[in-house]
């Protein structure tokens, strides 16, 4: 990209996303609500360029929007297990779990996004990242198998993570 472009679209993904929610939120478009979010598309970000020192290298929309849907399935099916135990699992026999689950990603936005999903999860919540970054501490709500719980979050959502942001 161009030196000028970059100084007014510092993050053009962002910028796309910004509009776009912006007139989902409008309920009803019109030609005044997409000029209006795109206007803000462009000053958000680059009011904010310069908390960003670094963008990501190597991001992969097509691989981020797949992994989008598969949490937002994942986000369904906890909530009705999360609501199937809470009507049904006495609190005696409620086998909650602190799990730590070793890293492989290093990119802060990588990790940040897996910490998000598992709280966005219902069941599970990231509590606490490492001092050097290489482990996650997440408490889950009820499980029989907390290393398959690991093994779980770094197959499901920390591997396709890795693809995304390679």
Do not use: C
């Not at 310069?50 to 963008?55: G, I, Y």
């Not at 492989?104 to 709280?119: F, H, N, S, V, Y």
Request: no cysteine; proline share 7%.
């Amino acid at each position: 990209m161009s030196r000028a472009f970059r100084w007014l679209l510092p993050h053009p993904y962002l910028t796309l996303l910004l509009a776009v929610v912006w007139i989902l939120l409008q309920n009803q478009f019109s030609a005044g609500m997409a000029v209006f979010g795109l206007i803000l598309g462009i000053i958000i970000p680059w009011g904010t360029s310069v908390w960003w020192p670094d963008t990501p290298k190597g991001f992969r929309l097509g691989k981020m929007l797949s992994y989008s849907l598969i949490v937002m399935w994942d986000i369904i099916v906890a909530n009705i297990q999360v609501a199937w135990i809470v009507l049904t699992v006495p609190n005696a026999k409620l086998k909650p779990a602190w799990i730590v689950i070793p890293l492989d990603l290093r990119q802060p936005e990588a990790i940040t996004m897996l910490a998000g999903t598992i709280t966005l999860t219902p069941g599970t919540v990231s509590a606490d990242l490492s001092d050097e970054g290489h482990s996650l501490l997440v408490h889950v709500l009820h499980t029989d198998d907390p290393d398959g719980e690991r093994d779980g979050i770094k197959s499901r959502y920390e591997a396709r993570l890795k693809e995304i942001f390679s």
